[in-house]
Nanobody, 115 residues
């Protein structure tokens, strides 16, 4: 089993910042990527930031320049620094990991952005 635990969600005003953290435990061997996704009711979950085990990062266009993923996939810890938050960023944010071609998700943490 792979367990992912997120922390750091909350409520901010538009333009504010939040930092999310994720740690993975359990059977973590062969995890080769981690990241963050988000989901709002009625829409599909989308990946917003990923980091591979060589440190390569990728971002969704909607968050480029505002969000930064950091951490170490080998250490099974990643953070997501979110700056310049907009009401459209409000969602449940989920930590993500990929192991042997299978995706694993955390329970999620709520991010609320008020205008």
């Amino acid at each position: 089993q792979v367990q992912l635990v997120e922390s750091g969600g909350g409520r901010v005003h538009a333009g504010g910042s939040l930092r999310l953290s994720c740690e993975v435990s359990g059977m973590t061997a062969w995890i080769n990527a981690m990241g963050w996704g988000r989901q709002v009711p009625g829409k599909q979950r989308e990946l917003v930031a990923t980091m591979s085990n060589d440190g390569t990062t990728n971002y969704a266009d909607s968050v480029k320049g505002r969000f930064t993923i950091s951490g170490d996939v080998g250490e099974k810890k990643v953070d997501l620094q979110m700056n310049g938050l907009e009401p459209e960023d409000a969602a449940i944010y989920y930590c993500y990991s990929r192991k042997l071609g299978r995706d694993y998700w955390g329970q999620g943490t709520q991010v609320t952005v008020s205008s």
